[in-house]
């Protein structure tokens, strides 16, 4: 394997992956030689391609480089593709997304954000706290940061933030100085197959926390004690029992003001007093209070870091408003969540803010794997809404499983307001409901949410509901 000083040409399968662009960005940013394929264009592929980078979109050997140093691909890649294949067979340097990431960050002092969920959150969070409190770091993104519009950046300083995949046990690549790990639920069982084989991934994952470092855990983590670390801290929102959590919260604006209660950093225990997150969702507030957690153990002002965090403006489809309060007769959130312990979060989030408000959700099952595992957990999670659209299953890198729909989800739901729609008519559904609703005077908060393509709606949606009126 050439050293990253000698690589010239690199080429990505799957460029238009979140992990892969940032990756793409980083080789790109270095005078390196960048193109790459991917199924689709996307906006995401587009900004690749405006800053530089070409992009392919036909499995097509006329379009791979002959002249790569190194080819980098994502799991997610079909066995059959063809410029892979040619590839492996001409001898090229092959390596997957997590190997290319170990390797850029092994000489960095690494922070490490691992979970089935928030990890895309406090990444972000954390980044954004080292970079707008002039401390200044890496970082490697799984979504888009709405302060800075992309998903990586560089910096002189050796500190790097990064978020940690558990998809194919891709985070056994890192070396952490800090590791985050903020859940551990049942997810991807194509790949683990059981809950118990994921736990113990994690458990994995912590050891490989460099001699001396310190690990960040979500108190009450199923099997947290057995996460291993030469320092650890546990956070929660409200357990004063953790090393780190919040007090005197309260709602503003859309977000919240609280404390930080931070009993652990080498020094003495402090406060952070009236903190500021313009950010929906109480478990953004405890996100939160993980990437404060991790700012102030590498050096981090008390002051700085709740100046940076309440300029803190979210990630792409994390509990992302796409219309606030006051901005039309609809509340509108978007949100990336895809797993029943994500839409119960998303949920309470919204209700927490809007409680008088009638909440609408439109979900976009994603994966038919996860659909059939988790369906009754799933079935839980919507009846919390007061009503629901869904939309048929996203089903990304599988093929059908007999048996396996939305009506799965449909039929074992409680709700009386629930349907499924085709994609095409969402945009219409959602209209006709809020029509109704706000004919009646009630208010209405309206969730899309789902790791598919329901964003590409989100416009549409947009524009039919924001002239909507009682």
Known sequence: MKELNDISVVYFIGIGGIGMSALARFFHERGITVSGYDKTPTQLTKELEKEGIQVYYQDDLSHVSKTADLVVYTP??????TGLNFYREHGYTILKRSEVLGMITRSLKTICVAGTHGKTTISTMVAHLLRASGFGCNAFLGGISVNYQTNFWSSKNNVCVVEADEYDRSFHQLQPEIAIISSMDPDHLDIYHTATAMEEAFITFSEKIRPGGWLIRKKGLSRGDELKATHSITYHLTDEQALVYARNLKPSGGGYRFDVV???????PEIINEVVLNAGGLHNVENALAAVSAARLIGVEPSKIAEALASYRGVRRRFEYILKPGEGSVVMIDDYAHHPAELNALIEGVKHLFPDHHL???FQPHLYSRTRDLAGDFAQSLDR???VILLPVYPARELPIDGVSSALLLNK???????????????????????????????VVLVTAGAGDIDTLIPQIKEQIIHVEA
């Open 360 to 362: 609408l959700l439109a």
């Open 385 to 387: 809404a007061d009503e």
């Open 262 to 268: 931070l009993k652990h950093v080498p020094q003495q």
């Open 413 to 443: 739901m409680y709700l009386k307001d629930k349907q499924i729609v085709e994609k095409e008519n969402l945009s219409t559904a959602i209209k006709t409901s809020v029509h109704q609703l706000r004919k009646t005077g009630k208010d």
């Open 76 to 81: 997610a890649i079909p066995s059959t593709h």
